[in-house]
Protein backbone atom coordinates (compact mmCIF):
# COMPACT_ATOMS: atom_id res chain seq x y z
CA UNK A 1 0.00 0.00 0.00
CA UNK A 2 2.75 2.36 1.18
CA UNK A 3 4.14 2.16 -2.64
CA UNK A 4 1.28 2.28 -4.29
CA UNK A 5 0.52 5.70 -2.70
CA UNK A 6 3.81 7.00 -3.36
CA UNK A 7 3.95 6.34 -6.99
CA UNK A 8 0.22 7.98 -7.41
CA UNK A 9 1.82 10.83 -4.96
CA UNK A 10 4.97 11.06 -7.28
CA UNK A 11 2.72 10.84 -10.29
CA UNK A 12 0.79 13.66 -9.27
CA UNK A 13 3.36 15.58 -8.16
CA UNK A 14 4.41 15.74 -11.98
CA UNK A 15 1.48 16.42 -13.48
CA UNK A 16 0.47 19.40 -11.28
CA UNK A 17 4.32 20.69 -11.85
CA UNK A 18 3.59 19.94 -15.76
CA UNK A 19 0.24 21.84 -15.61
CA UNK A 20 1.46 24.98 -13.55
CA UNK A 21 4.31 25.19 -16.37
CA UNK A 22 2.16 25.36 -18.83
CA UNK A 23 -0.49 27.71 -17.61
CA UNK A 24 2.30 29.97 -16.38
CA UNK A 25 3.92 29.93 -20.31
CA UNK A 26 0.17 30.88 -21.53
CA UNK A 27 0.24 33.62 -19.60
CA UNK A 28 3.33 34.83 -19.80
CA UNK A 29 2.89 34.39 -24.43
CA UNK A 30 -0.33 36.25 -24.09
CA UNK A 31 0.84 39.06 -21.91
CA UNK A 32 4.02 39.75 -24.30
CA UNK A 33 1.33 39.83 -26.87
CA UNK A 34 -0.46 42.54 -24.80
CA UNK A 35 2.94 44.91 -24.11
CA UNK A 36 1.87 48.23 -26.06
CA UNK A 37 5.39 50.09 -26.89
CA UNK A 38 4.46 53.50 -25.68
CA UNK A 39 5.71 56.27 -28.46
CA UNK A 40 7.61 59.23 -26.99
CA UNK A 41 6.48 62.49 -28.20
CA UNK A 42 8.77 64.15 -30.85
CA UNK A 43 9.81 67.13 -29.37
CA UNK A 44 10.87 69.75 -32.48
CA UNK A 45 13.96 72.31 -31.48
CA UNK A 46 14.80 75.49 -33.07
CA UNK A 47 17.86 77.75 -31.80
CA UNK A 48 17.53 80.52 -29.92
CA UNK A 49 19.63 83.90 -28.62
CA UNK A 50 20.21 83.71 -25.13
CA UNK A 51 22.57 85.80 -23.09
CA UNK A 52 25.82 84.19 -22.04
CA UNK A 53 26.99 86.21 -19.64
CA UNK A 54 24.69 89.10 -17.47
CA UNK A 55 23.77 91.67 -19.61
CA UNK A 56 23.27 94.86 -17.89
CA UNK A 57 21.52 98.29 -18.81
CA UNK A 58 23.51 99.76 -21.86
CA UNK A 59 25.86 97.42 -22.65
CA UNK A 60 26.48 97.29 -25.95
CA UNK A 61 25.66 93.64 -27.56
CA UNK A 62 28.56 91.31 -29.74
CA UNK A 63 28.80 88.11 -30.37
CA UNK A 64 30.86 87.22 -27.19
CA UNK A 65 28.29 87.94 -25.01
CA UNK A 66 25.08 85.98 -26.66
CA UNK A 67 25.21 81.78 -27.54
CA UNK A 68 22.71 79.87 -29.39
CA UNK A 69 21.03 77.02 -27.76
CA UNK A 70 18.11 74.80 -29.04
CA UNK A 71 14.75 75.62 -27.76
CA UNK A 72 11.68 73.73 -27.96
CA UNK A 73 9.71 75.13 -31.47
CA UNK A 74 5.89 74.70 -29.34
CA UNK A 75 7.29 77.38 -26.75
CA UNK A 76 9.41 79.88 -28.34
CA UNK A 77 9.07 83.61 -26.72
CA UNK A 78 7.64 86.02 -28.84
CA UNK A 79 10.48 88.38 -30.24
CA UNK A 80 13.21 85.70 -29.68
CA UNK A 81 15.92 86.01 -32.47
CA UNK A 82 17.02 82.43 -34.20
CA UNK A 83 20.82 83.51 -34.78
CA UNK A 84 22.93 85.35 -33.87
CA UNK A 85 23.48 86.96 -37.03
CA UNK A 86 19.90 87.94 -37.32
CA UNK A 87 20.06 89.74 -34.17
CA UNK A 88 23.52 92.12 -35.12
CA UNK A 89 22.41 92.11 -38.85
CA UNK A 90 20.63 95.19 -38.74
CA UNK A 91 23.21 97.06 -36.39
CA UNK A 92 24.58 97.30 -33.02
CA UNK A 93 21.97 97.11 -30.41
CA UNK A 94 21.70 98.14 -26.74
CA UNK A 95 20.46 96.38 -23.80
CA UNK A 96 17.32 98.34 -22.17
CA UNK A 97 16.52 95.83 -19.11
CA UNK A 98 19.02 93.51 -17.35
CA UNK A 99 19.00 89.50 -18.55
CA UNK A 100 20.59 86.94 -16.56
CA UNK A 101 23.07 83.86 -18.40
CA UNK A 102 20.58 81.45 -20.36
CA UNK A 103 17.67 84.11 -20.47
CA UNK A 104 16.29 84.43 -24.34
CA UNK A 105 17.18 87.89 -25.58
CA UNK A 106 13.98 89.21 -26.78
CA UNK A 107 13.51 92.48 -28.87
CA UNK A 108 11.48 94.10 -26.21
CA UNK A 109 14.28 94.05 -23.97
CA UNK A 110 16.90 95.87 -26.41
CA UNK A 111 16.93 99.19 -28.32
CA UNK A 112 16.78 99.49 -32.47
CA UNK A 113 18.94 98.41 -34.60
CA UNK A 114 22.23 101.52 -33.88
CA UNK A 115 19.83 102.76 -31.11
CA UNK A 116 21.38 103.67 -27.46
CA UNK A 117 20.17 103.11 -24.17
CA UNK A 118 17.86 106.74 -23.39
CA UNK A 119 15.05 107.44 -21.71
CA UNK A 120 13.34 107.77 -25.54
CA UNK A 121 13.53 104.09 -25.53
CA UNK A 122 10.65 103.83 -23.50
CA UNK A 123 8.79 105.85 -26.06
CA UNK A 124 5.96 104.27 -27.66
CA UNK A 125 5.03 105.19 -31.67
CA UNK A 126 3.02 107.99 -31.85
CA UNK A 127 4.47 109.28 -28.32
CA UNK A 128 5.85 112.51 -27.20
CA UNK A 129 8.15 113.89 -24.67
CA UNK A 130 8.10 116.95 -23.37
CA UNK A 131 10.69 118.97 -20.76
CA UNK A 132 9.76 121.35 -18.52
CA UNK A 133 11.67 124.21 -17.43
CA UNK A 134 12.79 123.28 -13.71
CA UNK A 135 16.09 124.25 -11.89
CA UNK A 136 18.98 122.29 -11.80
CA UNK A 137 18.60 119.96 -9.16
CA UNK A 138 14.75 118.71 -10.47
CA UNK A 139 15.56 118.79 -14.04
CA UNK A 140 15.85 115.44 -16.16
CA UNK A 141 14.96 116.95 -19.69
CA UNK A 142 19.08 115.84 -21.02
CA UNK A 143 17.83 112.64 -20.73
CA UNK A 144 15.00 112.53 -23.65
CA UNK A 145 16.09 113.50 -27.03
CA UNK A 146 14.12 113.15 -29.81
CA UNK A 147 14.53 110.57 -32.79
CA UNK A 148 16.35 108.04 -30.40
Do not use: H
Not at 12 to 29: L, Q
Not at 50 to 61: F, H, I, N, T
Not at 95 to 123: C, D, Q, W, Y
Amino acid sequence: MIGIAAVIGAMSIFAADSWIRNSAAARVESLSAEVVVSTIPQVEFKTIVVAKEPLRYGMSLDAALLAEIPWPQASLPSGAFPKIEALLAEGSRVVLSPMEPNEPVLLGKLSGANGRASLSNLLAPGMRAVTIKTDEIAGVGGFVTPGC
